[in-house]
């Protein structure tokens, strides 16, 4: 039994380590800024985790394991998801710095913050299918704003757990900050599939 435990936590170390390269490496490119990783850590959890200690925004992802839709989300505290909004209008870092400390977004950063959630839906979706040969896919389903301490609204398939991974990420030359993501936990593959 331990030996089959050690196995979930290896793939979920791996699962979280490749999501969060992939998610850090694309969106980097897109906001022509280096969003670097400090720390990967990965844990199952039977109920849905929450951004603490500030208002956070929620982007929320389908994935289809083998063939059954389920749902996830990645946590980014409020100042950071306007950051990637504003690089992705093409805005300075002066610009940035002052929006950063905003707590409504105009239109615009709403419009970019969707396309944000966009690219992390297809981050994840590659990473997922090269990582288990297309058995496993995801889309963007949208963005969610959420108080401290508030988990994002999302379906669950009951008995799935759901394997957190908590990545410590720096952009640019702003502070570091927690980024969280949450998705189904994903079976091996039936030894019997095609």
Known sequence: MASTQDQAAAQDAALCEGLMRRICDDLGMFLDRP???????AARSVNKVAGERSVHIAFKFG????GVAQHGAMLVPLADAISFACYLMMMTDEVVTS??????????QKDAMVEVCNLVGGSIDGALRDMFQKRVSARSEGCQGMRPGAAPAFERVSGVELTVCRAKVKLHTFPSFEMLLMLPAIPPEAPNAA
């Open 35 to 41: 969003l670097s990783i400090e720390s990967v850590q």
């Open 63 to 66: 994935v289809t394991i083998d």
């Open 99 to 108: 929006r950063r400390k905003e707590k409504e977004l105009d239109r615009a």
